[in-house]
């Protein structure tokens, strides 16, 4: 065989191995940017590679990546050009780039004509300001969930260079793993929101949960048992015990004696979450220096609202609220509503169920609102239940809700079954457990009181 039949055969070896050496140097390229992707956690230093990726593995010149901000807006990220002999025609390049995103964009400079999505009309916009060139430019869309988040451009400046079927899948491949790194980002950054609102929702409930009573106080002549659940990890519900000194009570030592009138009070933020928790806060310390005024629940509820009514009236939210008041040597326990559920009263003596009601708008719907008092006499073994109505309005599994005669029937069930007020308390969140079925949850907050006046005691 002669030297010259060996040519072509050793001419097509050396170029099977380039070939292989190329489509290594790919290969290596493209695990590059993977480990890249990987690895990095600032998005744009990852977007620093992305240009010259994708003109390294098309064997182009340069690359360019072109953005469309959440907010609208078009920039060029990132431009690169692999040889200085180009930096002239490249900066030229550079500046027909910018000029055809200000083209496209609105007036303001920075965002879209109209609005529109799609940066692919950069595309032709380029083509015109180049016109008659032998730049070759060939750009691919950046999508991400369907949406076109930018644009990838390659370019040459060599006249013979050929965009290539595998060159196009291998731009399109880069401007695909750019899309995935924005979105990443994307996600991490939600990510961190959310851990940041999760860590204010648990700092609002651990406030709330300091402001709601730990535990009931020794009130002369009654038992207390009382729980809130919330829907969120911050409510709007809201229930208080408040010592209180009148001129017929005897003064309390320093101790504080038992034997004091005590205020109970159980109401309702409409919503829940943050907002309701910080309205419930508001209310809870107005309601304390009311109390210290030494007036009657009636006047109490009047001035409560009089001084609300500012901060409510913008804000959509309004507040029910029940407030009473008891005297251990009387039995007597003196009230006043601003549309709240009205408590139970069940007696021992008659086995009979009776709603402590009167007259009132809710806190904060006008600033003109008024009240009523009214009083009822206890007796020993009597009960008396405060809820919201996270109890009237619990969903069933049949799509109706557990109303206030369901409550009545089972409150008279528990008090001819169990003597202490947490029994009572215990069976009642069971019957609603029951009545919303297994693992159902109940949309809105619910919290219950229960006061039994105690045998023989004065």
Known sequence: MSASDLSPVLILKELVAQLSREQDKTQDLLSSLGFALRSFTNLNQFLELIPLMASRVTQADGGALILVRPNGQVRLERFYCSDDQYSQTSQTLRQTLETAIQQISGSSGSQLVNGRGSVAVLDDRIAQLLGVSDLQVFGVAVLSKNQERGRLYIFSYDPSYTLTETRQKLVRLVADQTAVAIENDALTIELRQK???????????????????????????????????????????????????????????????????????????????????????????????????????????????????????????????????????????????????????????????????????????????????????????????????????????????????????????ACDRYFTPWDVLDFLFDQIEQFMGPGKANDDDMTLVVLRVKDGET
């Open 195 to 413: 851990e940041r609102l999760d860590r204010e929702l648990e700092i609002g409930a651990e406030i709330q949960r300091q402001l709601l009573p730990r535990t009931c106080p020794p009130i002369l002549g009654i038992d207390l048992a009382a729980s809130c659940r919330t829907a969120s990890r911050v409510g709007g519900d809201y229930y208080d015990f408040m010592p209180i000194r009148h001129s017929q009570t005897t003064p309390r030592s320093r101790g504080g004696n038992p034997s004091d009138c005590w205020g109970i009070a159980v109401g309702d933020v409409m919503g829940k979450g943050v907002p309701a928790g910080l309205i419930m806060t508001m209310l809870r310390g107005m309601l304390r220096a009311e109390v210290l005024n030494g007036h009657s629940p009636a006047r109490i509820l009047q001035h409560l609202n009089h001084i609300m009514y500012t901060d409510l009236e913008n804000s959509n939210r309004f507040v029910t609220l029940f407030y009473s008041e008891y005297d251990p040597h009387a039995r007597l326990l003196s009230y006043s509503n601003a549309a709240h559920n009205p408590p139970l009263l069940w007696q021992k003596t008659t086995g009979s169920v009776h709603r402590l009601d009167t007259m009132g708008m809710l806190i904060g719907l006008d600033a003109h609102s008024q009240y009523e008092d009214a009083k009822v006499q206890l007796h020993p073994g009597d009960m008396v239940i405060y809820y919201t109505d996270g109890f009237t309005d619990a969903p069933g599994a049949r799509g109706d809700r557990y109303d206030e005669e369901q409550l009545i029937r089972a409150f008279k069930t």
